[in-house]
């Protein structure tokens, strides 16, 4: 039987050839996808040109084919063999040019000499080709090259995905990723594939809180999410993660929101610290992705990332060496274990008080050894520290991390001594 | 001339014979020996099957003798030997048992071959025998044993001592030990003997704060004490000591109250770190004896605890080898010592303002060598760090711990200067 | 052309050889000297007798010359050669004694026996010599020692420099520094002259504070000033340095206001940590200058000291061996340097809003590269770092000392941020 790992792994496989962009077809396709294993997701079209923030909805960008001819009319760069080759938002063109005018429209990587650069230019327009600089050394030959990029860029719209998961309060739990990104994977195909098996396994759960997520493009998309929702947001969620770069196997990694103190940071960190201990602990500073828009001032959302290997923290980033053989099952199932956890961990974080003064006298209940032997001690030593702390001000979780102990080795133990009556909800 | 040590000692030896428990006879002995010591010591009963928060008063256990007879009528384990040879509470019993039968009721230490455990069932009702793992693998005839216990369990007291010594304030410092264990020395006679010695002590001194001392069965006797005084304590201390494990010359250790943070924890540390720098440093999770109750949620007394070698933490522990070798007076002074440290720093300290604007001029006063000189800067550093941090808002004791000295090198300094009135108390 | 270290250094050549004390002519010179620089200090006489807190204004001494002759009416000490000779403050004296009593007057160093110490006997009347141990050992001829002192010590004034420098606030920036020392050189010129040079350079700033210099004798000088200024001081003084040792090459050092929390304290540590990653941090518990006056319980000044090597820290202190080949230009020229930074940093510092939600678009104003590549990231990081944390609570000290840039990197992209309308001041 597969594992779950492998069935996030063979969604991403099916992603992994559209060319996405922050708009466009390939974006619509992704999304279509998705709602194939996710039935309540909603698509939501924003026109361009729509104010959002300090910024505006871009042009809505298409592209059908492009490939360079040399001057013996051979194809020797073609889109259709990787959609990486072409500068995301190229303008159209179809002319021929010298080598020489050909060589300011190239990018490769002198340092990567194998790679494909990933290249965009929103907000400027340009025409480009991105290659490998092996490949690029061997174009030499003076004479007319036909470049052939057969784009569109109009009016059109910003496409996102949403869904919206009821539970027993209003308070919600919240979850971004994106979908604007071409054929790469670890930076971006792992996120949307992970972020799509959770919900499929959050609806299954009995949920104290309510749940957001959406798919969108990377930073403009947030910052239209934002713009047409921030007053709910602000009001309502309480914790938040931005699932991006969880598909490797190298490493955990952890990136704490702006304030680096709400409950999403704190769970984070406990849970990558009981499973994970070697996990890698960046800061605010090292942020990149939509955090920037989430904790920016004024939004202030509790909203942290955990990853594997963070963009622009591994070599194959950004490039057309991020592909399905970086990411691989255990690494998808890894982080979206952890997010599991730390979903766990909220679910069941509440105030606790117990009911009696001085210790419970765990001996009448059934829960304590009636022989006292200098071994049994230590055996109820879990359950009697938590009864210790359980004092009104302390939540469970703030209790697991005095006690230092993982939460959900505690979560039984509350159950059965609030089935007792030692234990009582104070929230 | 003996030291104080010497003395407290003697009484270690006086009390070791005696069988005690939680309640009966020997409990009252040992009490009826110290008040012998502390002519104002009261003693209290309270009735079996008063309910005591989440538990009651247990029934009173009293025992004449035990043994066990072999096939040939040989006395091979005699109550008489050891008090520790009869698990506490055991129910009485007299009849002839097969070795097999007679092996279920049996409780030696394979690790600690030459150990007899200490073992009790106060809450659930058994008899047996503990022996040393050697003795027990000598007894292999099969045949009729003969097993007698005298002993009964049955309605009667929970029995305390009390001493409350009034000061200047009703403010409290309090003190606790227990006097609850049969024949052990460090974990038990060296608590209730160094508080015996110390409340001499005390007794002597002018005291600027109320003293609350008791002599009690540990757990349940602190449960018992709080039931009746909860109030009283809660509004009248202001910091207390468990005294337990005080008599070993090992190692000092310290274990905080579940807040860590009162006047109690910070003057112990305060002392044990100018005193014995080495000690051994415990958290609240390391816990195990009466501040489990007197911390516990909604009792929040601050109670801390200065030990030697801490109960649970060396291999004597609940065994026959836990004896008067194992404490010495220099051990049991020591320990006195540090106590004495701690109820002089609490008694002494106070919130002090400088009276005068800017550095008094010392000189003027004779405070102050009259040459200048590269030397004389240094000698009067203790003098004029107090003096800068005497600004009203810290006391003596914070002060102290800000400037890195013992708080007892300070206190001479605080009484030529109030001489001068240079300073001034603000409390 | 000449370093501004050098100016620095040509002033404490000129001031070297005038014989200062807390009183006097020579105090009165140095300080004529220093207003040909500073045409606005303004000078004070405060009458000896006036009552200074717990203190009383000194009387005047002053000093003409000094010199001892042996029996063969050699002159041997000579106050013409080296004013640290005679005792500060010493008593008249013009007699015939042996040597016998003659060494009783007599300071040296063993340890240090090439220099002659600085001794002072402010405090209570006296007369000595100073002498170097080397000298000390050759005289041993017995017979009538000729000692003159040609000085005098009555009523007169205590003298203080005071220059006010407006800006465009009420608030002030406090400069203290002493010139009582007579021919010493790190522990005394090195601090006048800095300072004047730095107010010099002040003279040309447009200012957002307004700052207060004094030159003070030291100890009964700041307490004169305080006792005549506390009021105005403690409502306008937001920042403030004591001035002294700060003209050798060997460290950089850090001394905290008391409370070591101040502005002062944490632009100080900022710009050393920068600039000078491994200066030498105190405690306020060395302190040993006028900060024990400016930070006294009751007058709560914020003032801290850059120094380079501190007063008792370096063997030269307090001897002839601190001269002008201990300080240096670039010596003098580095803690300047250090100065300007600090009054920079809390000139520019401003609490900081970013007017947009969301990150800013810096692409449609040229703030940004238009071409998305891995490169690009790293160029803007601290622009965006900067506007990251530009949320109303922090100033843009507290911003730099978050993304751990020096403060004067910022103000360059604060200024051109604001010419683009997206910071605002808000205090």
């Known amino acids: 039987m597969d594992s779950i790992g492998d069935s996030i792994y063979a969604l991403a496989v099916k992603l992994f050839p559209i060319c996405r962009s922050i708009t466009g077809d390939g974006f619509r396709e992704t999304l279509r996808i998705i709602s194939d294993e996710l039935p309540g997701l909603t698509t939501h079209d924003v026109p361009s040109g729509t104010p959002v923030f300090d910024w505006v909805a871009p042009r809505e960008w298409n592209i059908r ?16 063999e990787s959609n990486l080759h072409v500068v995301g938002y190229s303008t159209p063109v179809n002319k021929k040019i010298p080598l020489s005018e050909l060589q300011e429209h190239f990018y490769s990587l002198p340092d990567q000499p194998d790679a494909i650069p990933y290249i965009t230019s929103y907000y400027k327009e340009r025409w480009g080709f991105c290659l490998t600089e092996n490949q690029r050394k061997t174009i030499t030959e003076d004479g007319e090259y036909t470049v052939v990029i057969d784009s569109d860029l109009k009016d059109g719209h910003l496409t996102y995905g949403e869904l919206l998961i009821p539970g027993e309060r209003k308070e919600e739990i919240f979850f971004s990723t994106y979908i604007c990104h071409p054929s790469m994977a670890n930076n971006e ?8 098996f959770l919900v499929k396994w959050l609806l299954s759960q009995k ?76 800061t605010y500073l090292d942020r990149g992705s939509d955090e920037r828009q989430y904790c920016a001032p004024g939004i202030d959302l509790p909203v942290a990332s955990v990853m594997r290997s963070k963009y622009g923290a591994y070599p194959e980033y950004h490039t057309s060496l991020d592909n399905l053989e970086l990411i691989t099952p255990s690494g998808l199932q890894g982080t979206y274990e952890v997010l599991q956890k730390c979903i766990e961990c909220i679910e069941a974080d509440e105030r606790l008080k117990v009911t009696v003064l001085g210790e419970p006298q765990l001996g ?17 030593r879990d359950m009697m520290n938590l009864i210790a702390y359980c004092d009104g001000t302390r939540t469970l979780f703030e209790i697991a991390e005095k006690i230092n102990v993982p939460m959900w080795d505690l979560v039984p133990i509350v159950k059965k001594l609030k089935e007792q009556n030692l234990l009582e909800s104070i929230d």
Chains 1, 2, 3 share one sequence.
């Open 189 to 196: 195909l792992s996120g949307p594939t992970v972020t799509t």
């Open 364 to 380: 009448k209940r059934g829960l304590y050894p009636t022989l006292s032997t200098k071994q049994t001690a230590a055996q109820v």
């Open 65 to 80: 084919d492009a490939y360079v001819l040399d001057p013996h009319g051979k194809k020797i760069i073609d889109f259709a």
């Open 207 to 282: 949920r104290k809180y309510s749940y957001r997520i959406i798919f969108i493009p990377e930073t403009i998309g947030s910052l239209t999410y934002l713009s047409l929702h921030l007053d709910e947001m602000q009001r309502r969620i309480i914790a938040g993660y931005n699932v991006t770069c969880v598909g490797d196997d190298r490493c955990y990694s952890f990136l704490p929101s702006r304030k680096e103190d709400s409950l999403a940071d704190h769970v984070a960190l406990h849970v990558l610290k009981h499973l994970h201990p070697d996990f890698v602990r960046y």
